[in-house]
């Protein structure tokens, strides 16, 4: 790279660090989780409201941008370029819900030991924030470019990515699609996605009076949660009638003495217990990083003697939540391209007589030598369902995405990438689902970078990635990434698209 140029880029990004943090912050403090049953549509206050500060902090600078609709967002660089070439830079703004074990308050900004931490201030709305800046840098001391540039912002891409699809359905695509929401340098494969919600179709125990884990179905969930009804619990044959208080104390004695438990008596005088599991979240494709906790809480109430691991109800959800790569489900696949499939359950909810499990899975790219569709995966889940007292609905099925590693995009990219940094990375293929599979011509590029640094409040602590407690993101680590992304950008530029 020409070193007068990455001065001048480095000097810049110094020059306006604390810009960068400030738009950072004001976008993290909306607490931005979408919510497409709204009355608010499409996808809540929260998400109108971070997209009308992002757009206007783009004509603030002197962008010009449109607002499709509050699905997504456009802020565009050097539009006299359009008739040669666009790139669209994708990134989103919805977060998933903050959730449990933070530090610090999930929706404000917090600097510290070189980190900045708060829900989505990694994932993914520095990308927003940095492409933007980039933009600024660019417009400002290269501002001769030949294509045209959009900086294209997402409300709803950890939900149901309706966002991106209705952007698809009515509007032209570019002409070239990086999507800044992975790991530098290019991903240019990404796993299928299935959603599937499993529903029992017996009844539960009548000692269970509530039963409930995860708040996102994409994450491995930290907490489940189950309220019984002591005294209706029967342990078996025993001669005479067991005394209820003494029960209670009993099982209150076992499983405050397991590991990971809470356990609380709302009341005195009844024999209510609620018994809280806690485990550690993880995004389903990090199964390693995370410890679900429905299958402690399940393993506490066997121990504890509530129920005896046969019950058809129990069988199943530990079957769908032992762990991360589908082996107790039997739907543990993988290639040599993308790895082994991961998921589990992720949420369970206990109402009006019905439990609702659902679980989050990513299959392997290719199924042979054909790209996969997820098909034989349903169908041994319909079996599973089906053995347990189940019924199965599958709410989504993104099948795979798949570019050519060999084109041009992609080597330059990476090449530039690798010159910057004096890396030897490679292209690569991902487990997570990002706007790329619903976009033609679209790969992900960024921005974290390799090696990621983010915060922990002790040594071993399991919080402070993507989709955890204490969400961060390491400062100078993300200064370098747009200073990446301006390189790369004129880099491109230099193509035809």
Excluded at 104 to 122: A, M, W, Y
Excluded at 259 to 287: E, W, Y
Excluded at 465 to 487: G, P
């Amino acid at each position: 790279m020409d070193r007068q140029i990455s001065s001048e880029i480095a000097k810049w990004i110094a020059s306006h660090k604390e810009e960068i943090l400030s738009d950072l912050k004001n976008a993290v403090e909306i607490p931005s989780v979408s919510q497409p049953d709204s009355e608010v549509k499409p996808y809540g206050k929260a998400c109108r409201k971070v997209l009308e500060r992002l757009l206007n902090a783009g004509a603030g600078y002197g962008f010009e941008s449109e607002n499709y609709h509050y699905h997504v967002g456009g802020i565009f660089l050097n539009t006299a370029g359009k008739n040669a070439g666009r790139i669209g830079i994708w990134s989103h703004l919805d977060v998933v819900p903050a959730g449990d074990n933070w530090s610090f308050p999930p929706f404000s900004l917090t600097e510290k030991d070189g980190f900045l931490i708060g829900r989505g201030v990694q994932d993914n709305k520095c990308a927003a924030v940095g492409v933007l800046h980039a933009f600024r840098c660019i417009n400002e001391l290269f501002p001769k470019l030949r294509h045209e540039y959009v900086l294209y912002m997402g409300c709803s891409e950890e939900n149901t990515m309706d966002d991106v699809r209705f952007f698809a359905d009515h509007y032209k695509q570019p002409d070239l699609s990086l999507v800044a929401d992975c790991g530098f340098p290019v991903c240019y494969g990404e796993k299928g996605i299935i959603d599937a919600a499993f529903t029992c179709g017996r009844s539960l125990p009548d000692f269970i009076l509530a039963f409930s884990a995860g708040t996102s179905l994409n994450t491995i969930p930290d907490t489940a949660s189950v309220t019984l009804r002591t005294d209706k619990i029967r342990p078996g044959e025993k001669e005479g009638q067991a005394d209820p208080e003494e029960q209670l104390q009993q099982y209150m004695e076992i499983l405050s003495g397991l590991s990971n438990l809470q356990v609380s008596r709302p009341k005195s005088g009844d024999f209510v217990l609620t018994v809280t599991a806690k485990g550690v979240s993880s995004h389903v494709i990090a199964p390693k990083q995370g410890k679900n906790a429905i299958p402690i809480l399940l393993e506490a109430l066997k121990t504890a003697g509530i129920v005896t691991g046969g019950e058809d109800w129990f069988a199943f959800l530990l079957k769908v939540s032992a762990d991360g790569y589908g082996e107790a489900a039997r739907i543990a696949c993988r290639d040599k391209v993308s790895g082994p499939l991961t998921g589990t359950a992720t949420r369970v909810d206990f109402s009006d007589g019905v439990l609702n499990v659902s679980a989050n899975y990513r299959y392997p790219i290719f199924d042979g030598e054909a790209l996969s569709d997820g098909t034989p995966i349903i169908r041994s889940l319909e079996v599973l369902a089906k053995a347990h007292g189940f019924s199965l609905k599958i709410s989504k099925n993104s099948k795979p995405s798949f570019y050519d590693p060999h084109a041009p995009a992609v080597a330059t990219l990476t090449d530039t990438f690798n010159k910057i940094t004096g890396l030897q990375t490679k292209a690569y293929t991902m487990s997570g689902g990002s706007y790329a599979r619903m976009l033609d011509n679209a790969i992900a590029f960024g921005m974290s970078m390799p090696g990621k640094r983010v915060y922990k409040e002790y040594e071993g602590d399991p919080r402070g990635d993507y989709h955890q407690a204490n969400e961060s993101l390491n400062i100078k680590d993300y200064l370098k990434a747009i200073e990446i992304y301006i390189q790369c950008i004129l880099e491109l530029d230099k193509q035809e698209i």
